[in-house]
């Protein structure tokens, strides 16, 4: 680890816990919160846009690392230009709330901007033989899969410390396999996010002094995506990031979307309409308490985390089989929570 990487770590972690009681103090002036509903757990009306207190300095040592390092080409600019544009759409929907339509257009033009700055998917890895080559359809799966992580993210953070968690296991598995293929956007990106999640995670774990709101969900959801996905020259032609590591890390965001999707679907509702029907509230109903929940939820991804880090390493085939043993079992606990819903 360079000392470059080191001090990008330890200057997200300060500034992100130096902004958030700043962050605090503002959002309860400018009235930047969020009041107890039946739909949310939480009891006490507390600030949102927290998001900004990690958003900001990370697009900051983005830009910083860009001007450093002319190497790593105009990738680090784009992400931190399409980071702040998603940055502000989560905010003005947290002080404004912006019609699910119009953030959804808005989402796929941020992420074609960064397709054409090279965080696209061209190729898949198949764990049976050779990799899939996508062509024309890398447009569509890239776009896909942006709005899959950005809006999963959104989906679970809905508990106190729990978006905040699991982005600093994914970004810890993506640190790892970035440092097997040597590749430094990978490694500098997801340093500042372990940094800045572990600051901001000292006042957003149960109980959370500060909600992360849309502001940060959209932005953490935005950078994983991106960094997953994105690999230098000497990676063109082979599957540098294989997209199976960061959907077997997020496997417990990823589920709750795809079970969200099918609840509204099948109740003829609009599927961004939020509930309180995701796993997390499941598991607070059988007795559970937000600080339990976040600790098992962290449990279970570092171990897809450990599963999907091995896939870069180990016989493919053998860690597929214990991954499908693991979601089987997984399927199993899930189906019995949403039972009265299948039912219907």
Known sequence: MSIYQVIAFFISFLITYLLVPVNIRMSNKWN?????????????????????????????????????????????????????????????????????????????????????????????????????????????????????????????????GLASGIAIIVATVLLAVGYSKSNTII?????????????????????????????????????????SIVGKGEFKGITSMTLLVPIIALAIPIMDTALAIFRRVNKKENIFQADKEHIH????????SQKHIALISYFVTVLFGLIAFGFSFSSKKLLLLILLFLLFILLIFVFYLFKKEFKK
């Open 187 to 227: 490694i500098f990106s997801s340093l500042t996010l372990i940094g800045a999640n572990l600051a901001f995670l000292r006042y957003n774990f149960y109980p959370a002094k500060i909600f992360m709101g849309d502001t940060g969900s959209l932005f953490l959801g935005f950078n994983i995506a991106a960094i």
């Open 32 to 160: 930047l919160l969020d009041h107890p509903q039946q739909r949310k757990i939480h009891t006490v009306t507390t600030p949102i846009a927290g998001g900004l207190s990690f958003g900001i300095p990370i697009i900051l040592i983005q830009i910083l690392i860009y001007f450093l390092f002319p190497e790593f080409g105009f990738q680090l600019l784009y992400l931190a230009v399409g980071g702040f544009l998603m940055l502000l759409l989560g905010f003005l929907d947290d002080k404004a709330r912006i019609k699910a339509n119009y953030k959804l257009i808005t989402q796929i033009v941020i992420i074609t901007i960064i397709y054409f700055a090279g965080f696209n998917i061209q190729l898949l890895t198949n764990p049976f033989g050779e990799t899939i080559a996508l062509g024309c359809f890398s447009f569509p799966v890239t776009i896909l899969w942006f709005l899959l992580v950005v809006n999963a993210f959104n989906l679970i953070d809905g508990l106190d």
């Open 281 to 288: 509230h499941k598991l607070h109903e059988i007795g559970l």
